[in-house]
C-alpha cells in the first residue's frame, strides 16, 4: 500500500487490458457501463487507487459474482459481457484484493472500537478506585451572617442594647423594622442624644394598655355615661 491509496496488483492490471483488448476487437457490445471502463483504463496504468474506489470494486464483485453462472463464462473467445466486465475491474485477483483490503478495514475499526470501550471502563474503574475528593474553601467575607431574630437580653423592656449590623438602620430612619419581631414600639425615648423608638414585649404593651384603658371605665362609670 503507498502512502497515496492502494496499488493494483500485476494480475489485476492483466485483466483489465484483456477487457479493453476484447473491446477493441468487438466483442464487448452492450457490456458495462461508463464507469466500468474507466475502472479498467485506471487498473490497466496501474493508478494508485483511494479506499473509497477499493469498497466499490468489491462491492461490484460481490453482487456480480453470480454472473459466473451464465453462459460463455469460460469462453476464452468470445466470453459472456459478465465475464468482460469481471476483467475490466481486476478479475479474480481484483475480488481478492479488494475483499482483504475491505475486511481489513472493518477489523482495524472494530478494534479500535473495542479500545475505546476498553478505556472508557478503565477510566470508570479509576474513578470508582480513586474517586475525586475536592475541598473547596469559601472566604469568610463570602459567608452569610445569621442573624437572631430576638434580642440577647429580652426582659430588658426599653431594648437600650439594641444595634443592627447595618449604619443606615440604627439611624431608626425605617420605622417599620424599628423593634425585634415579638416588641412594638411605645413611643420615643432618648438615646445617646437623639430620640429612638421605645421597644417593649408585645405582651407587656398589652398590660399597659389594659392599664390605660382602666381608668376611662371607671370616669364612665362615675359620670354615668355607663349606666345609659
Same mark, same amino acid.
Given at each position: 500500500m503507498a502512502k497515496e491509496g492502494y496499488k493494483p496488483t500485476s494480475g489485476m492490471q492483466s485483466a483489465a487490458r484483456r477487457a479493453i483488448k476484447l473491446k477493441e476487437q468487438g466483442k464487448a457490445k452492450g457490456a458495462g457501463t461508463a464507469v466500468g471502463w474507466t475502472r479498467a483504463g485506471q487498473l490497466a496504468r496501474g493508478e494508485t487507487l483511494s479506499l473509497s474506489t477499493?469498497? &466499490?470494486?468489491?462491492s461490484y464483485f460481490s453482487r456480480h459474482e453470480v454472473d459466473k453462472k451464465g453462459k460463455d463464462w469460460d469462453n476464452s473467445e468470445n466470453p459472456s459481457n459478465g465475464k468482460i466486465m469481471w476483467l475490466a475491474w481486476g478479475g479474480d485477483a481484483g475480488f481478492s484484493w479488494s475483499r482483504k483490503i475491505v475486511n481489513r478495514e472493518k477489523n482495524m475499526k472494530k478494534s479500535l472500537e473495542v479500545q475505546e470501550v476498553i478505556e472508557e471502563i478503565k477510566d470508570m474503574l479509576e474513578d470508582a478506585i480513586n474517586p475525586i475528593d475536592t475541598v473547596i474553601e469559601i472566604p469568610e467575607n463570602t459567608l452569610v451572617k445569621s442573624v437572631d431574630p430576638k434580642p440577647e437580653d429580652e426582659e430588658d423592656e426599653e431594648d437600650e442594647d439594641y444595634e443592627s449590623d447595618n449604619e443606615e438602620e440604627d439611624k431608626w430612619n425605617n420605622m417599620e423594622k424599628a423593634c425585634w419581631s415579638g416588641y412594638t414600639q411605645r413611643g420615643m425615648k432618648e438615646k445617646?442624644? &437623639?430620640m429612638v423608638p421605645n421597644c417593649v414585649p408585645v405582651e407587656k404593651a398589652y398590660d399597659v394598655e389594659d392599664k390605660e384603658e382602666e381608668p376611662k371605665?371607671?370616669?364612665?362609670?362615675?359620670?354615668?355615661?355607663?349606666?345609659k
Open positions: 477499493v469498497k &466499490r470494486m468489491y445617646n442624644g &437623639r371605665i371607671k370616669k364612665s362609670i362615675w359620670d354615668g355615661t355607663f349606666l
